[in-house]
């Protein structure tokens, strides 16, 4: 079975820090990952996802992700932190046992601090 | 907003009772998730449907079903609702049934009192 574990279930940086958070995963096929964030009283928003397409993945409001296949892990880093990205962030990997849904990780609440 | 829409907002109902949860996915998108949310849970599939049918199952009680209609809309129904039903309940749109890219909506917040 697929999943995720994130390191980490509070992160604090200061604003305009290096923003990094931690997700390794378990898969016994390639896996498909992805990254969501929920801002308080809101649904689940993708940032980037990972198809084995390319190892560095873009996403919005200037996240990156870096699929490293020999560490199992798919980080996710902003060089900048913003006071506007404090919220909750979920890495996820597509499960192939029950359909195609997604296995959540437990979330990483991230604090950026003035 | 990510074109999926669920009512209502917030669900206080009691325990023993019954509640229906309604999504409507994006328009175009034939395959509809339900996820749970809680505190002690995590974020969890429920069930998926595509195009009118159950796809898969994930960790769904036997007192909550689902249903897609021909329009696409999907309804969550739970019954004798207990207290630790009590959570946010998401669901998730995508155009295939291989959930490549899944939309959420902004949840139902259930209270079960």
């Known amino acids: 079975a697929q999943s995720v574990t994130q390191l980490g279930s509070h992160v604090s940086v200061s604003e305009g820090a290096l923003v990094l958070l931690r997700c390794n995963y378990s898969?016994?096929?390639?896996?498909?990952l992805f990254w969501y964030v929920q801002y308080p009283n809101q649904g689940l928003q993708l940032l980037l996802k990972?198809?084995?397409?390319?190892?560095l993945v873009k996403g919005i409001n200037g996240f990156e992700a870096e699929f490293k296949k020999s560490e199992t892990s798919f980080h996710l880093t902003k060089p900048s932190a913003h006071m506007s990205d404090a919220a909750e962030y979920f890495c996820a990997v597509r499960g192939s046992n029950s359909g195609y849904a997604l296995n959540f990780g437990k979330g990483t609440s991230l604090l950026v601090t003035p | 907003d990510s074109g999926v829409t669920q009512t209502p907002k917030h669900l206080i109902t009691a325990t023993g009772q019954r509640v229906t949860l309604r999504c409507s996915p994006r328009?175009?998108?034939?395959?509809v998730y339900w996820y749970q949310q809680s505190l002690d849970q995590g974020l969890q599939f429920l069930i998926q449907?595509?195009?009118?049918?159950?796809?898969a199952k994930g960790n769904i009680l036997e007192r909550f079903s689902a249903q897609q209609f021909p329009d696409l809309h999907s309804e969550l129904n739970l019954s004798s609702l207990e207290l630790g039903d009590s959570a946010l309940y998401f669901c998730?749109?995508?155009?295939?049934?291989?959930?490549?890219?899944?939309?959420f909506g902004p949840g139902t917040r259930l209270t079960v009192l």
């Open positions: 449907y595509y195009n009118g049918e159950e796809r």
């Open positions: 998730a749109s995508s155009v295939d049934p291989t959930g490549y890219e899944q939309f």
């Open positions: 990972y198809t084995s397409a390319a190892t």
């Open positions: 898969s016994s096929v390639p896996p498909y």
């Open positions: 328009s175009g998108d034939l395959s």
